[in-house]
């Protein structure tokens, strides 16, 4: 006799905001998965719809509320979860309607908040879950989320109100949940937190046993531990803490990419002292020099602030100086915006937007052309590229070491309707632009 499965609840997921929430936002679905629910990929086929907010900008917030309010609209049962639910009773008050609001990385909260919403039927062949849990990244890359929260108070941030202090991971679960992603296909992992550089001095780097040895929580031996795994190893949120030198050498050994992403933010003192950040700015430009001499093919990405309270021509002056001597690989800029809550909205002289916006131009016109020269110092290179995408015309989008996803460049390549997504292979660079190359895989 045939038995009937009972049909499981279906989960919606809107997901916004940066990696760390996208991390959040797959554990969730992890749990409610091995809890038997299903997923829906629209609105319309879901019996809840879970939101992750960020409210890092008012930008961001607004994206969120926007996001909510087309949620309640097209399927009306909402949870909301993320950066947002500190301001849990103005949402409720724009959206009576809501179901239930939770913080950030309320795992717990946002999960018994579906049982109640959507209950799941008994039924033991329900709790069906993969060991390296549910993704909404491709199957070739992961994102890694070493700690959370973090020490810093800087002037124009509440991440600290949002996430809290920095609580970082034992380094043992963390390799293991690596170890569990690659043996599932993950051939790119992008290590994440709101401090990398950070990682294990709320737990004073206390080491834990990793295949009979003892590792350290620390970001040197964690770099190191995991670019054991085989997988491309990309570091995100570092901060140029001194010892953060110790991890040149890993990339100079192919250990981990040879790639940092450094929020640098200013290069000014006096702005750096306003934002409540170091001010080395000099040092820093001797030690990427240094680097470049250990990994010659390094990528430093960065972004930075334009417009902040108190920013002088001669500040604005002095960051595009140093911009053009740092020559970094990369970069994003943010024309300064008030967050409720940042201290910095308190600061005097703020910055008309005219002048943000010009400042802001000028910033990105001088670094599309660094970024087009150290392009155009590419072509006739061989690179290794992962493959992204292959499109149904022969062609596939990849990216290089240097460029992480959706925020950096890409590899455009010809020829290649023989590859498939997650491959890794030897590209000869033929052309460039201001971003992105151009080439064909070679035999």
Known sequence: MATTLPSPPKIGMVSLG???????????????????????????????VLVNTCGFLDSAKEESLEAIGE?????????????????????????????????????????GAVHEAAPMPPSAFLNLVPDSGLKLTPRHYSYLKISEGCNHRCSFCIIPSLRGDLVSR?????????EKLIEAGTKELLVISQDTSAYGVDIRHQPRMWHG???????????????????WVRLHYVYPYPHVDQVIPLMAEGLILPYLDIPFQHASRNVL?????????????????TWRTIAPDIAIRSTFVVGFPGETEDDFAYLMEWLEEAQLDRVGAFRFEPVEGAAANDLPNHVPEEIKEERYARLME???????????????????????????EGGATGRSKADAPEIDGEV????????????????????????????????
């Open 213 to 231: 040895e003892e590792v350290r929580a620390h970001m040197t031996d964690l770099s190191r531990e995991l670019g054991k795994l085989g997988a």
């Open 18 to 48: 940066c990696p760390k929430n996208l991390v959040d936002s797959e554990r969730i679905l992890t749990k409610l998965r091995s809890d038997g629910y299903a997923m829906s990929p629209d609105y319309a086929g879901a019996d809840v």
């Open 273 to 289: 002292k306003l934002m409540k950040r170091p001010a080395n700015e000099t040092k820093v430009l001797e030690r990427i020099k």
């Open 412 to 443: 455009f390549l010809r020829d290649a309707g023989h590859l498939k997504q997650g491959d890794i292979v030897a590209v000869s660079i033929e052309d460039a632009d201001e971003h992105d190359l151009y080439g064909v895989p070679l035999a």
């Open 71 to 111: 949620a309640i609209a097209e399927n009306g049962r909402v949870i909301v979860t993320g950066c947002m639910g500190k301001e849990a009773e103005m949402i409720r008050a724009k959206f009576p309607g809501i179901l239930a609001v939770t913080g950030a990385h309320q795992y717990e909260e946002v999960v």
């Open 170 to 178: 034992r380094p043992d679960a963390i390799l293991r949940e690596a």
């Open 366 to 392: 001088l670094t599309a052309r660094i970024s087009a020269d150290k392009l155009q110092a590419k072509v006739g290179r061989t690179l290794d590229v992962i493959i992204d995408a292959v499109d149904e």
